[in-house]
């Protein structure tokens, strides 16, 4: 496992420069924790508001300011998982984690625009791939938060207790039963070549309506899943089986032959992008094991799709 950043130890800087530097790991922090961009950066903002509520007096004394926003930022994540699941009931079919171009391909940057964009923020690595993220979904809010804290980000379990309230040795278990949920979940994962040909491979057999190629892409028991949020059609609930998700996409693709497929970076792992008028209306993640497609993740919702506007 990658690691994003580093906790912070010792005392620091505490001026503005070296506070704001800290919203890049904090982004990545609450990014990977939520599965959602625009929380994550709705948690940063929190964050440096109750930084900035502090009086000089009471910064003056952390040692590490570094250190100090990762815990409230972490704890404020916390609470958002614990309500996580009340909101998960509302939502219309299924909720997919946000997806993220490469930094590359970021849009929304104008010419000349010096400001740093999330992309900028957020380092795409196995950590972020959308299977990840999707079992990390799975995950209770302790669990969660311990695995990502010490797996990902390196903090000591002594540290994660702080944040969650529990002992060391409870955050060890909690970090243990998530690790173990990623292995059952992520076996002989294909190298990243290998699953560019095989997307590429899916798209080819989409534009041309072969149910029979789509079929020798998927796995027996392939499933796919959409989210459009009750914003746009999407599926209500996965769809299983090869010949089902074979059949599923050549029928969209049968009632909406003005539709572009583009092959792209999505969560650092090859994609695709759906586009119609040279408007990204999906993105789509696909888990790839031994030369087979076994999920395939379409997120449809516009809201989740700020990224992804047409150049």
Known sequence: MTTPS????GRSDSGPIAIMSERRRLTNLAYRLLGS?????????ET????????PRQREVIDSPGAWLS?????????????????????VGEWIPEPLPDRTEWIGRRPGDT????????????SVGMAFLVVLEAMTPAERVAFVLHDVFRYSFGEVAEI???????????ATSARRRIRASQPDAASSARRAGVVRAFKQAWEA?????????????????GDGGGLVTAALTPVEGAEQVAHFFVGRRAAAPDLSLVERTVNGQPGLTVQLDGVTVSVMAFEVREDRI???????????LRSWAAR
């Open 6 to 9: 580093e906790p912070g130890h």
């Open 37 to 45: 961009l625009a929380d994550a950066e709705d948690v940063v903002q």
């Open 48 to 55: 440096y508001a109750r930084w900035y509520a502090l009086s």
């Open 71 to 91: 815990t409230v930022a972490s704890r404020v994540c916390l609470d958002l998982l614990g309500s996580a699941r009340a909101r998960r009931e509302r939502y």
């Open 115 to 126: 400001t740093v964009d999330p992309a900028d923020r957020v380092t795409l690595d196995e």
């Open 164 to 174: 969650v309230g529990r002992t060391p040795a409870a955050c060890r278990q909690l």
């Open 209 to 225: 309506k072969d149910i029979d190629a789509l079929i020798g892409l998927l796995a027996p028991d392939a499933t796919a899943t």
């Open 294 to 304: 076994h999920h395939i993740w379409a997120v449809l919702n516009p809201d989740k």
